[in-house]
C-alpha cells in the first residue's frame, strides 16, 4: 500500500522532488471542491497504490512512440493527465494547475517526464488535490440524512 494522504503533508520523491501537498492545495482548491464528491473512493485508491497501477498502464498507452517519456511541449503529458483524471470519472486540472507540480519533476528542465516522473507526477496531483482539510468541505447534508431514512 501507499502512505496515507496527509501524513506526512510532504513527501521527496525518488526523482528527488519535494512536493508540499498543503502548498499545492491551495491552488487546485477549485479542481478538489469539482471532485469532492470522488474523496473517500480516491483517498483508498491512492493509500492502496491502485492508483499508480492505473496510471502506469495509462502510462504505456499514452508514450506511443516508446521512447520512454512523455513531452510537455507536444501535449503528452497534458493527455496523459487528462486520461488518468478521465478514467477516474474526474474532472481533469487546467494546464496552469498541472504546471505548477510538473516543474517540481522536470527537474533537469528538459521538458520530459520519464515514467517513475509521470507516476509521481499524478501521485502529487491527487495527494495536493485531496488533501485532508483543504479545499474546505462542501456540506454533506445528504449523508445523515439518508442514513436516517433507512
Known amino acids: 500500500g501507499g502512505l496515507p494522504i496527509g501524513d506526512p503533508p510532504a513527501i521527496t520523491y525518488p526523482s528527488g522532488a519535494l512536493v508540499n501537498f498543503q502548498d499545492h492545495a491551495t491552488a487546485l482548491a477549485p479542481l ?3 471532485n469532492e464528491m470522488h474523496r473517500p473512493r480516491m483517498v483508498a485508491a491512492i493509500e ?3 492508483l ?8 504505456t498507452a499514452c508514450d506511443r512512440d ?18 488518468v483524471f478521465q478514467q ?14 510538473y516543474l517540481k519533476f522536470d527537474a533537469d528542465k528538459n521538458t520530459v ?13 491527487f495527494r495536493s488535490m485531496f488533501f485532508p482539510g483543504a479545499p474546505p468541505q462542501l456540506p454533506h447534508a445528504a449523508g445523515p440524512v439518508m442514513q436516517a431514512v433507512q
Open 113 to 125: 517526464l520519464d515514467s517513475r516522473e509521470c507516476l509521481c507526477l499524478v501521485d502529487a496531483l
Open 48 to 50: 492502496s497504490g491502485d
Open 32 to 34: 478538489a471542491a469539482a
Open 66 to 83: 516508446r521512447n520512454g517519456y512523455l513531452q510537455w511541449n507536444n501535449g503528452e503529458i497534458r493527455e496523459f493527465i487528462g486520461m
Open 52 to 59: 499508480v497501477r492505473l496510471t502506469l498502464q495509462i502510462y
Open 88 to 101: 477516474q470519472g474526474l474532472s481533469p486540472p487546467d494546464d496552469y494547475q498541472t504546471y505548477q507540480l
